[in-house]
């Protein structure tokens, strides 16, 4: 067999949508595990859909997700240029060719005349809209006397009728369309830009792709290229198409039910770990029950037989559990990494924190937090005095010997010189006994005191992470506070 060589192909549109990620995902795991090569190649022939700064943005992404491709933008290889825009003589030459063979034609029908067949044949209430060839008519005289005055026109593909397009899909198997559902597409516009059909039919025969994996929606278009192949008398690449992205209602995944965009899960903080492993199971198992995956193992695992033709559920709670699982599995100290990255864009950024303060943060923080940022919103008191007390706590936790358990509590650590999280116990335990209650008569205020609020980690935590010095301030604070 020739060499695997696959490719993403996006056009750089702005912003990059989830489908499309998997889309890379699934080709870059394709050529790892085979072998095989994986390309970018960026489709910007669009001139109206063009956006600045999307072209870096792609690259960025592919490079944030860590799929490294080996021929590119910025990397090169044998069968560029990679960016469409720039290879617009080759493909003038391809659409040459085939006007020479009778399988394309010049059309100067103007927008009027469109739109005013469009109208009748929506009247006619036909299953679908399509050209009626008229200009395939003109004599060769016509046609070039319209050429010579400069006439606007495009080329369209002349699609036979009454024939049967099939190919073989790798997901869903056998797929036959009838040429009449089939439009005389335009492959080359009158601004001289190429339509994706020919431009993407072109460059996969030229860049020698042997399978071409990219998602449902393109499926109709597939006949047309089929017929372009046919056309240029080229052998068909392999075809795959991966299962729709659907929203919980089994809707098509869509941004009214939510974000779509690879950006907006990147900027609420989901790890580039957990995204990559939620976007490897939107349609592929390994057969097995097993659900957390880092990219090296979803390359040795990822076989295209694996990938399912229904469509697949976009579950969010789905990604916040890899989320939670994927932060959990990393070192503290690498958390701790990410927390001052995270810190330097919150309020707290200008603050100096220790890596041992914010490693002991981490320890007692990461079973209850699922995103980096929550270890500064859920446990804001490791970072800032509390400012205010719960008031369901107060009511339930505030005693009026309250203040009179924590000076004695006050005390006992005053003397201490270096408190450890044991000291911390024992004077909270001689406290209680010498006061008379039991220990929660002194872990209730002495939380709320130091935390604001009831839940957290535990009390011996939160003191000692604070600090003997803050312990005491919040002490002194609260009593004078809640009296
Ligand atoms: N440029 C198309 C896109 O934006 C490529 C589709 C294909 O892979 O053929 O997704």
Redesign the pocket.
Known sequence: MSQIRV?????P?GYIHIG?LR?ALYNYLFAKHTGGKFILRI?DTDQARKVEGAVDNLINTMEWAGFEYDEGPGRGGDFGPYYQSERLDIYKKHCDILLEKRKAYYCFCTAERLTALREEQQKQKLPQTKYDKHCLHLSEEEVNSNLAAGMPHVIRLNVEQGDVIRFHDFIRGEVEFMSELVDDQILMKSDGFPT?HLA?VVDDHLMKISH?I??EE?LP?TPKHVLLYRAFGWELPTFAHLPLLLNADRSKLSKRQGDVAVEDYRKKGYLTEALINFIALLGWTAGDDKEFYYLPELISEFTLERVNKSGAVFDIEKLNWLNEQHLRAKYDSEIAAMLREELKNSKYAGQEYPDDFLINVVKVMKERVSFVREFYEKAFYFFEEPTSYEEASVKKGWKEQSPAILRVFEEKIKNIETVSKEDYETALKETASEMGVGNGAVIHPLRLATSGVSGGPGIFDICFIIGKEKTLQRIDRAISVLK
């Open positions: 490719r993403y192909a996006p056009s549109t499309n889309t489709e994706y993407n071409v990219r998602g393109w278009s």
